[in-house]
């Protein structure tokens, strides 16, 4: 009997430095019938990444470089992006800025999300920051990667409004749970067409 191979998912790594909940998030989407990806590799630059249990919970090869010798860092791991045959890199939570060099030498996509509703608070602490200037909005948004800092084209954005007495854990969490949305929906759609 002829088994059936159904369309090829894109091969995808996700890159952490922390906690993982996104990369958790979507290796569970990777795994549905009609997700675009399969995650087939995690990259950290640090090996105290709790993110990093996800690697053995789903049996997912892992890489650990510390970035902080970049050149050689970039070089390994796009040595390894090639041997397994990635197309597409998803940041989660990575903190650590990718050369101008690595996003060219990487043919694929590279897709990040940030914890504003960019253009406004690019960098770090948003939250404290979106706070301190009494928004009444802020949210999540995947994006591509370019060579500036949180710049690229958008892919999707959620917004989410502030309650009255909103700290930064609190608007943490509750963009969190926005970004586990996000995320898988803009994969889905920068794939849309195959
Ligand atoms: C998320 O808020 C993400 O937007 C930001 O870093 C955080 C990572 O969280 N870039 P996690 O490691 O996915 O739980």
Redesign the pocket.
Known sequence: MVKLIGPKKIKTAVF????????K?LIKFSLKKNSPIEINLIVSNSDGAK?LKYATLYQIKKKIYNFSKKKISEKRTLKDLKSNDIKLIC????MKILSKDFIRKFKGNIL????SLLPKYKGLNTHQRVIKNREKYSG?TVHLVNSKLDSGKIILQKKVKLSKNETPSSL?KK??KQ?HKLYPRAVSKLFANL
Do not use: K, Q, V, Y
Not at 16 to 23: A, H
Not at 91 to 94: K, N
């Open positions: 952490i430095s922390g906690t993982g909940s996104n990369l998030n993110g940041l989660a939570g990575f990040n999300i940030h914890p999540c943490e963009i969190l970004e």
